[in-house]
């Protein structure tokens, strides 16, 4: 039997102990090479483009460059995911392999302990590392001419605890016992390719985010779950009945279904219950996982950090604690 991905040495090109083996220097100029990789990282100006900005370091020594031609001032992070920081460079670069090392989750708390920063802090960044690894799924199409994609979905959040005693205890899978937070993530997963989950309340409501991410001619699988007969319509559909098989004349929804694994592991092992506006970002994580459980964790770490670059400053995030305690 083949070695395990994770075990070879081709996974592990980055380890903690590196990171922080690194000096200062060396990690801001790991940040300023993804940032501008167009210039070798040198630093363009993101007022005016120009391109001879100097070092002009704060009293504390963090790094920051000035424009010659606007005079603006502007750091490595400004306008980007990780603007407004308040670790040094070293910390977001740590807090990156971790985050990518803990290939089914990292829970934010352990994240907190790891670098010494309080929940809150490593909630929101880990939080901005989902939005960095959704960057890469914006508008994303898959399939196409005799491609075959799986498509599934599963119902997360909405707990409901049963009562102690038995006579008490009310039938939750009723939907007036039920609190109403439970959603379905859909996935689409190209086999041998990318993929891309969505959240609603049920799985029929996925039907034209379906027809509009899955290109014609696509041949597509699915389990025998009534709310995707519609699609036979579209697409030449595979239909695997669970109950007589897993996989049957090529039907298969396994490539999905290692999604919801990896998924649920995170919930059951990290997060918990996972429910509410960030339940996209966690699928969106798990996600980029799948999509890209088979590069070292050091190029992982270069693909997050770049796609962090690129992405403007945070949508969830921005000023959400400020936001949250100002009422
Ligand atoms: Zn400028």
């Avoid at 070092?55 to 790094?63: D, F, T």
């Avoid at 090392?101 to 809150?120: F, I, Q, W």
């Avoid at 509009?212 to 779950?225: C, F, L, M």
Wanted: hydrophobic share 35%.
């Amino acid at each position: 039997m083949s070695q395990h991905f994770l075990l070879s040495p081709r996974a592990k090109t980055l380890s903690l102990a590196q990171v922080f083996r690194m000096s200062d220097a060396e990690a801001e100029d790991i940040f300023c090479k993804v940032r501008w990789s167009e210039t070798e990282g040198k630093p363009v100006c993101p007022h005016c483009g120009g391109l001879e900005p100097y070092e002009c370091r704060r009293p504390n020594g963090s790094l920051r460059f000035r424009c010659k031609a606007c005079r603006e001032d502007f750091t490595v992070t400004s306008g980007t995911l990780f603007a407004f920081h308040k670790l040094p460079l070293k910390g977001y670069l740590a807090a990156i392999a971790i985050f990518c090392n803990e290939v089914k989750g990292k829970s934010m708390l352990a994240m907190s302990r790891d670098l010494g920063v309080s929940y809150k802090c490593a909630f929101v960044l880990c939080h901005k590392l989902r939005e960095a690894m959704a960057e890469e799924m914006k508008g994303r199409t898959l399939g196409g001419e005799g491609k075959v994609a799986e498509i599934d979905g599963g119902y997360f959040g909405g707990y409901v605890k049963p009562a102690n005693n038995k006579e008490n205890r009310a039938d939750r899978r009723l939907a007036r016992n039920q609190n109403g937070k439970r959603k379905a993530v859909v996935i689409i997963r190209e086999r041998n390719g990318r993929s891309l989950p969505a959240v609603f309340r049920t799985e029929g409501q996925a039907l034209s985010f379906i027809r509009s991410r899955i290109a014609k001619g696509t041949i597509v699988n699915a389990d025998e779950g009534s709310s995707w007969d519609a699609l036979h319509a579209q697409y030449e559909m595979k239909r695997i009945n669970h109950q007589e098989a897993y996989s049957m004349d090529g039907a298969c929804t396994n490539w999905a279904e290692e999604f919801f694994s990896r998924m649920r592991r995170a919930e059951q092992g990290h997060h918990h219950h996972i429910a509410g506006p960030y339940l996209l970002r966690y699928a969106q994580e798990a996600s980029w996982r799948e999509d890209h459980r088979r590069i070292s964790n050091g190029e992982q770490v270069h693909m997050i950090s770049g796609l962090a670059m690129k992405r403007g400053p945070s949508v969830d995030f921005c000023g959400y604690w400020q936001r949250s305690t100002s009422v």
